[in-house]
Each structure stands twice: as C-alpha cells, then as structure tokens.
C-alpha cells in the first residue's frame, strides 16, 4: 500500500529565514499533490496544488516542487513569520482525484 | 470561506449506542467527503459522496455508514460506536473533485467510552 512520510513531526525555525518541509512517497504514482495547512482546533485549509507534470508552483511566499523521480515534493515558506506556525498536510491522489485522496501525517512548523 | 459546518462539534458516548454527524454545506458542491484524523495517522477517508444518494466507500469504511439526502447535507452514522471510533471527524467538500481544492468543516471531536 502507499506510504507518506512528512520529514519531520515538528520543525523550529526563526523568523525571516525559509522553512522546507519535506514530503516522500512510495508505493504510488501520483497524478495531484496537494498541500494543506491545519491550525490547532481546526480543520485543514488548501494551500496549493502541482501536478505530476509540472515542477515547480508557487504562490505568494510559498513555493511547492514534485519530483517524481525522487518521489518527492518539497514545500518551502520565504521569510517565514510567527502567523506561519502550523501543522502542514501534504496529500497525493491518483487520476480520480479526491476520491482516492492520502494524506500525510504532518509537520509542525513554529516560527519563533 | 465555504460555508461549511458540522455539528455536533463535541460529543461524548457510550459504545454500542449509535452516533450521527452531520455536514451541511452551502457551496452547492457536488462532492462531499468524511475524513477521520488521528495521531499518528494523516486523515483517512471514510465515505465519500459524488451527489444525493450517491456515495462510495472510503479507506477505513467499515463500521461506518453515510446518507446524502440533499445537496447541501451529508451523514455519518455509527450503527454501534466502539471505543476505537474515538476520533476527530471532519467533513470536507469540493465541486471538483480531480484538482479542486478541498474545503473542511471545523471538526467534530467523538469520544466513545
């Protein structure tokens, strides 16, 4: 079966400096890999999704890339600040979308 | 934010008595989701629904049953909570569910004892 591994459970940097947090993947080819960020208490909110066909997309600070020879995504947050703490949720579907739609774990990042 | 609520937002059972959350969505979204989340385990999908009376089963289905009698609102049902039900339910929904963006409720925090 497929397996997520978000590098890290919680991850500290300081204010400022660019976060990277790490998704890998094995058993599966992904068409969709999705990131979503979860505050304490809340439901996930979408950040950004790539394709499996694109490298790179960004959106504002952040900025998402998909290797699908590593079988990796890396997530990173320019100049990171303290409203960026939170859990992020890296998730990966097949053609059918988010009918079919895993999840990873999480990492907690705190800005401090 | 999509209008997305879920309710009860806490509740506390007993096992073996039956449980339903609800969803209720004010998107017209066509596809509705029950995901469950607990520590060490990223959301896993319980049921899904790609329209009213349509609805599919998820990665972790057993135990679980769902309704969708309108657009707007979808159920899930505990026939008979077990301890190992205890989770934080959370309903999402989408109008398009190949790259669209999910949008989640708040959550709903189930403690069966």
Known sequence: SQKIEQNSEALNIQEGKTATLTCNYTNYSP??????????????????????????????????????????????????QPADSATYLCALSDQTGANNLFFGTGTRLTVI | DAGITQSPRHKVTETGTPVTLRCHQTENHRYMYWYRQDPG???????????????????????YSVSRSKTEDF???????????????????????????????????LTVL
């Open chain 1, 31 to 80: 068409a969709y890999l999705q990131w979503y960020r979860q505050d304490p208490g809340r439901g996930p909110v979408f950040l950004l999704l790539i394709r499996e066909n694109e490298k790179e997309k960004r959106k504002e600070r952040l900025k998402v890339t998909f290797d699908t020879t590593l079988k990796q995504s890396l997530f990173h947050i320019t100049a990171s």
């Open chain 2, 41 to 63: 385990h990223g959301l896993r999908l319980i049921h899904y629904s790609y329209g009213v009376k349509d609805t599919d089963k998820g990665e972790v289905s057993d135990g």
């Open chain 2, 75 to 109: 159920l899930l049902t505990l026939e008979s909570a077990t301890s190992s039900q205890t989770s934080v339910y959370f309903c999402a929904s989408t109008t398009d569910s190949l790259t669209g963006e999910l949008f989640f409720g708040e959550g709903s925090r």
